[in-house]
């Protein structure tokens, strides 16, 4: 799988002619753009997990000729924004459900937040997820009952996940969170079977150095936390290689 980073959660994935794209809201480096332009796919999904301005934006209506289908989590129907994009090419889907076609396989968890994650099977058997805004969102100025909720709500939807399989795991590792800012990953790396992590949600952030907590937890899951629009990692056989 080639992956490129576009911007905050907003990673463009490729497995063969598949190519995937997940919470788009802004793509300096001109990811997306250049590949929809050279056209080397024959299907291309394009993911929104909810609607906040930095997971969904606008400027994807511009690729709905070559789109095979927007998957947009259900919030984002409620949006005036999402009213400039062909009807007849999205599919709003809602937590703890499923859409297939002759192509992918798509499952959507719930978040801690807004909207949902993706769990996304591709062509080749490749298991992608993208967690969205699913966090243990545990900020330091929060009150005790806050604090306490934010794990009981976490925990909870970890449940659904237990054992999960994927390839590449998208997660936020959010540095405004400070120390608190792996809880969730760590959790999340524990309870799954996953074979990469990529950091996200990460803007103005440098990069992400794992602590020997995670490292304890993820038993030697290589990691990347890109810090750059535009950077690139190839992923196979268990690690990212950053060759083009």
Do not use: C
């Amino acid at each position: 799988m080639e992956i490129n980073y576009l911007l905050n959660s907003g990673f463009m994935v490729q497995d063969g002619k598949t190519l995937l794209v997940f919470d788009d809201y802004e793509d300096p480096a001109g990811i997306v753009n250049a590949a929809y332009d050279k056209g080397d796919f024959d299907r291309l999904y394009i993911f929104a997990t909810h609607a906040h301005f930095d997971h969904f934006g606008t400027h994807i209506r511009a690729y709905a000729l070559k789109t095979t289908r927007y998957i947009f989590s259900s919030d984002v129907k409620r949006t005036k924004r999402v009213k400039i994009f062909p009807t007849n090419k999205i599919t709003y889907m809602k937590r703890y459900s499923e859409w297939t076609d002759d192509v992918i396989t798509v499952r959507s968890y719930d978040s801690t937040d807004v909207g949902i994650s993706f769990l996304v099977q591709t062509p080749s058997g490749k298991k992608i997820f993208h967690a969205g805004d699913f966090n243990w969102w545990h900020w330091d100025d929060e009150t005790l009952d806050n604090l306490e909720l934010a794990e009981k709500v976490f925990k909870r939807q970890l449940k659904r996940l237990e054992g999960m399989e994927a390839d590449v795991a998208f997660f936020p590792i959010d540095g405004r969170l400070g120390t608190s800012q792996e809880m969730g990953a760590i959790e999340f790396v524990a309870r799954t079977k996953i074979k990469g992590f990529v950091a996200m949600h990460r803007v103005d952030y440098p990069i992400w150095e794992p602590s020997q907590k995670f490292l304890s937890v993820s038993k030697d899951i290589p990691t990347w936390s890109p810090t750059k629009p535009g950077e690139h990692r190839s992923f196979d056989g268990g690690k990212f290689y950053d060759e083009i």
